[in-house]
């Protein structure tokens, strides 16, 4: 059966459609302007390829907010709800026509790119995956943003939504950054991809199996796909849609206007932002004393009192807010004390030795106040891990090094002091990596601060292993072997 | 033929309409009116399948117009706030009206002409009473089977609403349309209306033709030799007791020869009747139930 609301759309927006057409496939071929080498031609076409992403990417926000924005206004409700045309049918041509868009713009601009300049050396099959992708990705994102945007009641608080609802797997990322940054000794940073915040944002999922595809189909390059990421955006949408029945076809037409209180909407995105915060502040408060935080503590509670207020429309502090904030506070500082009393619920201590190619130890130790004196000594010891046995003495050392670093770190809050603090030994880096020499997105990362001084000996165990280096006002600030320096010294 | 049946909504706590039920047939033009909160924009809404029902149906010609798509295309529901989207002119609007409405060109072209409308004009920047009249222009041009009208009289000024009144009656005369009209002008709905309804605290407590119920209630002016109270008419459905002196004037409700034999046997020195128009018989209604309306 014809639609008539999608012809309607289709009519009344032709203008536009064909003029924002035109603009994105004139935007996304800028690469091109100028340059013609073969050489250059496939990174321009990579470039092109992901303007034209990213530009989607923008129409998958902008058009859910267009095509929807009538929800909200108690006038434009009477006009579109009051037309022959059912909810479902209205929520379902409006989402189809949004996908249309941004999906059309970016298939009809790749395959012009396509057919100009891949044609020759881009695997069509491999062509049709990337859109394959693509278009769930931008379905994903669409229903998405059109569900953010219909949980709130006024356009103002729907555009809020979205962006709070984009911005919470950064949150969730921060929040486990500042955990394993204060709570955990020696890990220091954990990539994005790695953490369970990639999987609650489709943009990332998205840009990040975009760019292997991309990678794959135009430079030929081998990586992996992460299926998660094409199973979850699915999974995703699925869940959405359900949300989407519920807050379009199912919505209440009265809410028109009204105060976003819908628990998805401001009560859930404030109240998860508070949460979020408040740990880490826990986290720091527990590492650093309340004398630090206490300013941010203050911050908080005014920034909560503020978005209560954009939330209602007016200024109101009751007890129930007050109780939430104090117990939200109270809870995340007793988190926050079993985090440091467990050693980081355990992760301190449980680390990997294996996995990858090489295992590297690597770091600098203060001579000023030890035994070698008045220099200060770089060193790194690089071990394949099939050679593992054949460096059991020096792996033994570092780990037995390691453990007492994690055991200081707990004993005391000033385990991260400086060069100016006596108790600053020396640093330990422990990597694993597949690519020692180059960079690797994969590489694993632990830093510590020796818990006491390396004496001489020490340095010649690891001497023995790897490479030792000198350097201070006696060596004219050059990097000396230690052998040498040794040697020099008489010791 | 419009039924409402045991209509029920509530916004939050506020319960708008209790259990309404309501008969419109074809062919009329209903007059509904009540006090600013009474309700009355809510059941148009309901009627026109804007709101959903909390409880009970609004069916028309056997269908109900929340569920079916279908029947709201013979439904034309002018609100009393009217959206048009920004930079939209007459023959932008008309595109949506003619893709998704049975839209009647020739209709169109004939209000365009009477309203005083160019297509081209951007509906934006025109005045409350032109947009008030693009309203209603598409209202008419759709074919429809019932027209709702929210405070439709709104910025129109006399030779718009002249024209407008004309052209309903000639809709409902040749296609047989009915229409609902609400408005707290009712010197403008006893002109046009053939029926009513009042509105008041969620339900419909007076309805039925204009005409009958107006004869059903009469304003009587007597003068009488003794001073008398509003007890010695309690045999009488007293709407309304005013009295200065031994001068009173009743409105009572009850057929005029039957109330008047009953005025006479308590033999008054004078007896006048007077008919009373329809906005007295709303405050006359209203008050008797002890509620006050802003006149």
């Known amino acids: 059966m014809k639609n008539k609301f999608f012809e309607y759309l289709l009519k009344n927006r032709s203008i536009a459609i064909v003029f924002f057409g035109v603009l994105y496939i004139a935007l996304s071929f800028t690469p091109f302007i100028g340059s013609h080498s073969t050489t250059v031609i496939r990174d321009n076409l990579t470039s092109m390829f992901f303007i034209a992403m990213l530009m989607s990417t923008l129409l998958a926000f902008a058009l859910p907010v267009i095509l929807f924005s009538y929800v909200h206004s108690k006038r434009s409700v009477d006009l579109y709800f009051a037309l022959p045309v059912s909810r479902s049918k209205q929520l379902t041509t409006n989402i189809c026509f949004a996908f249309i868009i941004a999906f059309g713009y970016f298939l009809i601009t790749t395959l012009i790119g396509y057919i100009l300049f891949g044609l020759s050396y881009i695997n069509f099959l491999q062509f049709a995956v990337l859109q394959g992708y693509i278009a769930i990705y931008l379905l994903t994102l669409i229903i998405f943003n059109t569900l953010f945007f219909l949980v709130a009641n006024n356009v103002f608080d729907g555009i809020v939504m979205i962006a709070a609802y984009c911005f919470i797997p950064i949150l969730l990322y921060m929040t486990a950054i500042s955990f394993v940054d204060t709570m955990v000794a020696g890990l220091e940073m954990i990539e994005f991809g790695d953490s369970l915040a990639a999987f609650a944002s489709p943009i990332y999922m998205g840009f990040s199996t975009f760019i292997k595809l991309v990678s794959r189909m135009v430079t030929h390059e081998t990586n992996k796909i992460n299926v998660l990421y094409i199973i979850v955006p699915i999974i995703l949408a699925i869940l959405g849609s359900y949300g989407l029945y519920r807050h379009f076809v199912l919505r209440k037409t009265e809410r028109a206007e009204q105060v976003s209180d819908e628990l998805f909407a401001y009560p859930i995105v404030i109240h998860t932002y508070a949460i979020l915060v408040l740990l880490m502040l826990g986290f720091n408060t527990v590492r650093f004393g309340m004398g630090f935080t206490l300013p941010l503590y203050l911050v908080l509670l005014f920034i909560y009192i503020v978005a209560t207020f954009v939330y209602r429309r007016k200024i109101q502090v009751n007890w129930k807010n007050l109780a939430f904030f104090g117990i939200g506070m109270a809870l995340s500082l007793v988190i926050a004390n079993g985090a440091w009393l467990t050693e980081g619920f355990g992760v301190s201590r449980n680390y990997p030795l294996d996995g990858k190619k090489y295992l590297i130890y690597s770091g600098l130790v203060n001579g000023y106040g030890s035994e070698i004196g008045g220099v200060n000594i770089s060193y790194t010891v690089e071990i394949p891990i099939d050679k593992k046995d054949e460096y059991k003495e020096i792996i033994d050392f570092f780990e037995e090094k390691r453990q007492k670093a994690i055991t200081k770190y707990y004993d005391t809050n000033k385990a991260s002091t400086y060069v100016s603090d006596s108790t600053y030994y020396g640093e330990l880096l422990v990597e694993l990596t597949d690519t020692p020499n180059s960079y690797d997105p994969k590489r694993k990362t632990y830093y510590y601060t020796y818990a006491e001084s390396l004496t001489i000996n020490e340095m010649k165990l690891i001497d023995k292993y790897g490479e030792v280096n000198v350097s201070g006002e006696k060596t004219d600030y050059e990097e000396v072997p230690l052998e040498e320096y040794l040697e020099e010294e008489g010791k | ?295």
């Open chain 2, 1 to 295: 033929m419009l039924e409402i049946n045991n209509l029920y909504k509530q916004f939050k706590d506020k319960e708008v309409l209790k259990d309404l039920n309501l008969t419109v047939s074809g062919g009329s033009i209903f007059g509904l009116v009540g006090i600013n909160g009474a309700g009355k924009s809510t059941l148009l809404r309901l009627i026109a399948g804007v709101y959903e029902p909390d409880g009970g149906a609004v069916i028309l010609d056997g269908v109900n117009t929340f569920k079916d798509e279908g029947i709201r295309k013979k439904i034309a529901f002018v609100s009393d706030e009217q959206y048009y989207p920004v930079g939209s002119t007459i023959d932008s609007l008309k595109l949506m009206y003619k893709t998704i409405y049975d839209f009647n060109e020739e209709a169109y072209q004939k209000y365009l002409q009477m309203f005083d409308l160019q297509p081209k004009m951007t509906i934006t920047n025109l005045s409350k009473g032109m947009k008030r009249r693009v309203s209603l222009l598409f209202a008419l041009s759709i074919n429809a089977k019932l027209i709702l009208l929210d405070e439709a009289y709104d910025g129109l000024e006399p030779l718009a609403r002249l024209r407008f009144k004309q052209a309903l009656a000639e809709l409902i005369e040749e296609e047989n349309v009915s229409v609902i009209i609400s408005s707290h002008n009712l010197k403008e709905l006893e002109d046009i209306c053939d029926s009513f309804g009042i509105l008041e605290d969620g339900k419909i407590v007076s309805y039925g033709d204009l005409l009958e119920s107006k004869d059903m209630i009469h304003k009587y002016q007597l003068a009488f030799h003794q001073e008398l109270t509003r007890d010695d008419f309690k045999d009488l459905d007293l709407l309304h007791f005013e009295n200065e002196g031994r001068v009173y004037q009743l409105v009572i409700r009850g057929k005029e020869a039957e109330v008047t034999e009953k005025l006479q046997a308590m033999n008054p020195a004078l007896l006048d009747v007077l008919q009373v128009n329809f906005e007295e018989l709303f405050i006359y209604e209203l008050e008797s139930r002890g509620n006050g309306y802003e006149k």
